[in-house]
Every structure is written in structure tokens, then in C-alpha cells.
């Protein structure tokens, strides 16, 4: 009972971490229809700012919102230089670009940083475990799961019973008209990718614990983010919540009984799913 308590645990903690970085691709992706392998970047780039000014002094629950908010910025002026140039064009000049961006920007961090991870350092309160009758969990990865159910139940919430989600969401159903009515699309595209950067950086300071902040960080989350959103399906919230789940369950399963097939295991149940749905679970056919 205690095992599989505990990976239940982990699982959760796990996903809750894919789903904060991949969420916002998925969104992306199915708004803009831009192939954006490069999402990673901005986890990098909230892990790696939440790192610097933890050390520097700031504490670490401002950074929760200091680095999103940061990085949300920086994913904006990002889609208005480089990204809205893409826009249209085939998916094999997306992908190159993206590629591209991630070697700049990892090799930028590598001359930075140097090649070692760094740690984000956690206040004392989290770094320790706390019990509950039996079962011990650490309070770490307790804040994790909350933040990331609070995110999903916000994000929810938000576009389905606001004016904004209302917007965001004829803009993805059908752009040419969102603008006939008056609806600036261009505005939320830019919008929407940045705050799908602000996840993205959210997730990326709290996986550095995880995945090892790194200047290769954006290339390996990249395969899971990935599996994550062709699992869901582009464009899906709640798909995007159960898929994480669902690669969180069997990457932790893995790693508890059979650790030395964890990943191929993984690839396995990922290359079924999509022999038998190609559009992913909640994937509009």
C-alpha cells in the first residue's frame, strides 16, 4: 500500500511539472498552428533567472511570480521579432528555426553559466518531508501539485466562463471571423504566447529539480513536452492535464519496477496510441 501510495505521489509531482510546460505549447500549437520545438527555451529561461536571483538574494516564493511574468515578457517581444515571420510558412522552416534557436540560446547558457547544472535553491520549510499517518511526502513536491492543479483549474476556468476565454477561443475556431466582429487576433496571438511562455518558465523553475537545470535543459524536456501534446491532442487543456498524467503514471511505474526499459517503455505506449489515434486523445478529428 505504501508503494503505491508513493507513486501516486510522484506521478502527480511529475505531472504536474509536464503540464505546466507543455500546456502552453498545446495551446500555441493549436491556435497558431506553429510548430514550436523551441518552447523549452522559455523553461530554460525561467529556471536558469529563478536560479541567479534566488542566489542573489530574492526569495523563492517571488520568483514564482517574478520569472513567469519576466519570461512572459520576453516570449512576447520574441513573437514579435523572430516568431510572427514564420507565421504561414511550411512546418520544415518552423522546425529548422526552432532547432536553431535552442542551439543559440543552450550554447549562449553554456558560455554564461558554464556546462555544470545549477540549483535552485528552496526555502528550508520546503526542503524537508512531513507526515502523514503512515506515509511520508515531501512538502516540495506537495506545493508542486497544488500549484499545478490551482494552474489547470485557473486556466479552466478561464477560458471557458470569461469574456477572455470567449475571445481566445473564436480566434482558434475561426480567425477570419473573430475579425470580422472586431476580434484583434494578432493581439491574441501574442497574448496567448506569452502567457503559454509564462507557464512554460513556471514549470522550468520547478522542474530544475527534476530534469537538472543545465544549459541543455530546453532539449531535455523537449521529447516529453512533445509526447505530452501529440498524446492530448493541439489545443486541448484538459487533454494536455491527463495526458501529462498519464506519461507521469508510466515514466514513474517504469522507473519504480522496470527503471532500464522506463524510456522505451514510454515510446511504446506513445507510438501505439498514435498508430490507433493520430490526432492524439482529445484531438479534433
Given at each position: 500500500m505504501g508503494s503505491l501510495v508513493d507513486i501516486a505521489f510522484q506521478s502527480l509531482a511529475y505531472a504536474s511539472i509536464l503540464y505546466l510546460i507543455s500546456v502552453g505549447l498545446s495551446v500555441t500549437l493549436g491556435l497558431m498552428g506553429f510548430v514550436?520545438?523551441?518552447?523549452?527555451?522559455f523553461a530554460m529561461a525561467g529556471g536558469y533567472l529563478a536560479a541567479l536571483a534566488i542566489a542573489?538574494?530574492?526569495?523563492?516564493?517571488?520568483?514564482?511570480?517574478?520569472?513567469?511574468i519576466a519570461v512572459g515578457v520576453i516570449a512576447a517581444v520574441a513573437e514579435k521579432l523572430l516568431y510572427s515571420r514564420l507565421y504561414g510558412r511550411n512546418e520544415l522552416d518552423q522546425v529548422l528555426f526552432?532547432?536553431?534557436?535552442?542551439?543559440?540560446?543552450?550554447a549562449l547558457a553554456r558560455l554564461s553559466f558554464g556546462p555544470l547544472?545549477?540549483?535552485v535553491r528552496l526555502p528550508e520549510l520546503?526542503?524537508?518531508?512531513?507526515?502523514?499517518?503512515?506515509?511520508?511526502?515531501?512538502?516540495?513536491?506537495?506545493?508542486?501539485?497544488?500549484?499545478?492543479?490551482?494552474t489547470a483549474a485557473l486556466i479552466l476556468l478561464c477560458l471557458e466562463?470569461?469574456?477572455?476565454?470567449?475571445?481566445?477561443?473564436a480566434a482558434v475556431e475561426n480567425r477570419g471571423m473573430a475579425e470580422s466582429i472586431g476580434i484583434r487576433t494578432r493581439f491574441v496571438f501574442t497574448a496567448t504566447f506569452a502567457f503559454g511562455g509564462a507557464l512554460a518558465a513556471l514549470g522550468g523553475m520547478l522542474g530544475a529539480d527534476v530534469f537538472g537545470l543545465n544549459p541543455s535543459y530546453a532539449l531535455d524536456i523537449l521529447v516529453y513536452v512533445q509526447i505530452v501534446?501529440?498524446?492530448?491532442?493541439?489545443?486541448?487543456?484538459?487533454?494536455?492535464f491527463i495526458a501529462a498524467l498519464l506519461v507521469g503514471t508510466i515514466q514513474?511505474?517504469?522507473?519504480?519496477?522496470?527503471?532500464?526499459?522506463?524510456?522505451?517503455?514510454?515510446?511504446?505506449?506513445?507510438?501505439?496510441?498514435?498508430?490507433?489515434?493520430?490526432?492524439?486523445?482529445f484531438g479534433r478529428i
Open positions: 514550436n520545438l523551441a518552447h523549452g527555451v542573489g538574494g530574492l526569495p523563492w516564493p517571488l520568483m514564482l511570480v517574478i520569472a513567469p526552432c532547432i536553431g534557436l535552442i542551439f543559440v540560446v543552450s547544472m545549477m540549483p520546503l526542503n524537508r518531508n512531513v507526515e502523514v499517518g503512515p506515509f511520508s511526502f515531501y512538502i516540495y513536491k506537495l506545493v508542486v501539485i497544488g500549484l499545478g492543479a490551482m466562463r470569461t469574456r477572455i476565454g470567449a475571445i481566445v477561443r501534446v501529440a498524446v492530448a491532442g493541439l489545443g486541448t487543456l484538459r487533454g494536455s514513474t511505474l517504469s522507473a519504480f519496477y522496470l527503471p532500464s526499459l522506463g524510456t522505451i517503455i514510454v515510446f511504446l505506449c506513445v507510438f501505439v496510441l498514435l498508430l490507433v489515434r493520430p490526432r492524439g486523445l
